[in-house]
Each structure stands twice: as structure tokens, then as C-alpha cells.
């Protein structure tokens, strides 16, 4: 994940830090990309676990007070499954193929 989308996973893990959340910083390098959420056309999260693997618990990453990121995790909150841009920032093609 943190080679095709490497501004957006510095920026993850600079937010953890932030949060206190070193060690959910550490994991984001070696996430693995899956692929785009195909679950609804409009759904923009990027999965980092295979499809299906996304939980219910989130952790939101704030920029000046705003909700910029949020990342699914495991049931452990030991990984992130998914993450979901709530800017509007383009994240490129690697963001748009299929799963």
C-alpha cells in the first residue's frame, strides 16, 4: 500500500503519531493493497485486508479539527483493514481498479 499510495500513507502514519498510536503507525508500511471496495459504486475505501475482512470498529484521523481519514481495523485494533479519504483527494488510477 505505502508504494502506490506513499504521500497518503506518511500522512496516516503522521496522524497516529499525533494520536499517540505508535504502534498502529508502525503497521501502515507493510500493509498490503487489495484493491478498491467494490461493495457499492460510490463506496472509496481502499481495502488493506482481502475483501470481507473490514470491521466495525474505526479510528478517525483529524487534520485542524476535521475528519480527513478513517481507517477500519481488526477486531484486535492491531491492523488497519481499509481506509477511507473523506477529502475528496484523487488517489490516482491504483485507486480505481478493480479489487
Keep these: ?3 502506490l499510495f506513499p504521500l497518503l500513507a506518511a500522512e496516516i502514519v503522521e ?3 499525533a494520536g499517540g ?3 498502529l503507525a508502525v503497521v501502515v508500511g507493510d500493509l498490503r493493497y487489495f484493491g478498491p471496495c467494490t461493495c457499492s ?3 472509496s475505501n481502499l481495502l488493506t485486508a ?3 475482512s ?3 470498529l474505526l479510528a478517525q484521523l483529524e487534520r485542524d479539527g476535521e475528519a480527513v481519514i478513517w481507517l477500519s481495523l ?3 485494533t492491531t491492523t488497519i483493514t481499509a481506509i477511507e479519504v473523506l477529502d475528496g483527494r484523487d488517489l490516482g488510477p491504483a485507486a ?3 479489487g
Excluded: I
Aim: charge should be neutral; charged fraction near 25%; hydrophobic fraction near 20%.
Design 74 to 76: 481488526n477486531p484486535t
Design 41 to 43: 459504486p460510490t463506496c
Design 1 to 3: 500500500m505505502a508504494e
Design 21 to 23: 498510536d505508535d504502534a
Design 50 to 52: 482481502p475483501p470481507g
Design 15 to 17: 496522524l497516529l503519531r
Design 54 to 56: 473490514s470491521g466495525h
Design 96 to 98: 480505481r481498479r478493480p
